[in-house]
């Protein structure tokens, strides 16, 4: 004679409760992958004018950006989340520009280096595109012509506080 079988547990109206560990961990995701995120940033240059000269500046061993986890500029937009848009955008480079952009992969911020890539600088004219967020989403704007190293440091750090702070989906659908 066989055993008698133990009734399988039936799962209460309304779903299954996740347990707390669960949520804790969904609520600590977004708070490490953003910490991993901020330190490894890759940065695409897209350098066009003098501004050009204090992006070496700020890269060189005296400011040396690599303390901030953004020392690798990569010249491929497909290896970089970070386009720094560094100097005067003409009309005619503005289509480069999208595209570069839409060729970068998700997720992927942008910084506007000098007063010319923020809002065109002194040149308001009609061949200059008066800000390069006119083309593609801007994350930090750096003023100057040309901005001091110091200056740069300060809109990546600000950027890396802002990363940290973000939503971070890697993988579709919760869980
Ligand atoms: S902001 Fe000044 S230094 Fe930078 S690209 Fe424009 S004119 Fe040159």
Redesign the pocket.
């Known amino acids: 004679m066989s055993a008698a079988r133990a009734p399988i547990p039936i799962a209460p109206a309304g779903g299954v409760k996740k347990e707390p560990t669960f949520d804790w961990f969904t609520t600590k995701k977004d708070e490490i992958v953003g910490w991993a995120r901020k330190f490894s940033l890759f940065p695409y240059p897209f350098v066009?004018?003098?501004?050009?000269?204090?992006f070496m500046s700020v890269s060189s061993t005296i400011y040396d950006t690599d303390r901030f986890g953004a020392a690798l500029p990569r010249f491929t937009p497909r290896q970089s989340d970070l386009l720094m848009v560094?100097?005067?955008i003409s009309h005619k480079q503005a289509p480069v520009l999208a595209r570069i952009y839409a060729q970068m992969c998700e997720p992927k911020w942008v910084l506007a280096?000098?007063?010319?890539?923020?809002s065109g600088?002194?040149?308001d004219n009609y061949a200059v595109v008066q800000g390069v967020d006119k083309i593609i989403p801007v994350d930090m704007y750096v003023p100057?012509?040309?901005?001091r190293p110091e200056m740069v440091i300060d809109a990546i750090m600000k950027l890396q506080d802002k990363i940290a702070g973000q939503h971070h989906v890697i993988l579709k659908g919760e869980f």
């Open positions: 066009t004018a003098c501004c050009g000269m204090e560094v100097g005067t280096f000098g007063a010319c890539a923020t600088g002194f040149y100057g012509c040309p901005p």
